[in-house]
């Protein structure tokens, strides 16, 4: 029997590898189990936005949300970092606002992102703001 992290590194391979429905196959054996820890839905979504296939990234994590898993502030920056390099600008605020909203405190990639597309869109003040929050919650800004 595969410990919970195991299956976490295959289903990972399997979607760096596009076989998504395999990876969908461990976790189905792995909620048999009992033993699904959100970390994988990570790895899953990750794969569907390597492939391109948006919707079914978004299904992922709001599935993700419904059942009741912990969203953690890489999955919301993967799926923005995905949206501002698409010019969804919009969409991207709106998910890093409900990042927020939820009470999951960004990292310095999510906050590193949205400067950086607020400067894009020429939202220089909205940059500044997050750059200034950057050095108040102590994160090495450059």
Known sequence: MLDPENFE????????????????????????????????????????????????????????????????????TELMQYLFRSSEYNEACKLYDEMLESGIQPDIVAMTALVASHIKNNHIPEAWKVFESMKEKGFRVT
Not at 42 to 65: C, W
């Open 9 to 76: 590194v295959l289903a990972k391979g399997l979607c760096r590898d596009s076989k998504i429905s395999d990876a969908l196959e461990i976790v189905s054996i792995m909620k048999r189990s009992h033993v699904v820890d959100g970390n994988i839905y990570g790895s899953i979504i990750n794969g569907y936005l390597r492939r391109n296939e948006v919707s079914k990234a978004f299904d992922m994590f709001r599935s993700m949300e419904e059942s009741g898993h912990t969203l953690k502030a890489s999955f919301y």
